[in-house]
């Protein structure tokens, strides 16, 4: 059975920190891209970090470059996304995604609120 569960999230004040991990389990990790994605309320699902299979290449967008990482950890099936100095505008439900050819998997998602 595929899994992607993402504890790790909850509240935190503007311009602290946070990480949170997405656990993959059921499917090949190594081989999948993985990409963090967000949705605040409102708004439509936007692309937040990508990651390629073998953690070599990254990809952000403008909104958190230079202030987020992702990062993966193979071994552990689990990709990271590390939160500095998030803004109240990062406020939203954080989703893991997995993708490899035609197959993709999306986790439950995780609330991110931002706020002092």
């Known amino acids: 059975q595929v899994r992607l569960v993402e504890p790790g999230g909850g509240l935190v004040q503007p311009g602290g920190s946070l990480r949170l991990s997405c656990a993959a389990s059921?499917?090949?990790?190594?081989?999948?891209?993985m990409t963090w994605y967000r949705q605040a309320p409102g708004k439509e699902r936007e692309l937040v970090a990508t990651i390629t299979s073998g953690g070599s290449d990254t990809n952000y967008a403008d909104s958190v470059k230079g202030r987020f990482t992702i990062s993966r950890d193979n071994a552990k099936d689990t990709v990271y996304l590390h939160m500095n100095s998030p803004k109240p505008e990062d406020t939203a439900v954080y989703y893991c995604?997995?993708?490899w050819g035609t197959g993709e998997y999306w986790g439950q998602g995780t609330q991110v609120t931002v706020s002092s």
């Open positions: 995604n997995a993708r």
């Open positions: 059921g499917f090949r990790f190594s081989s999948y891209w």
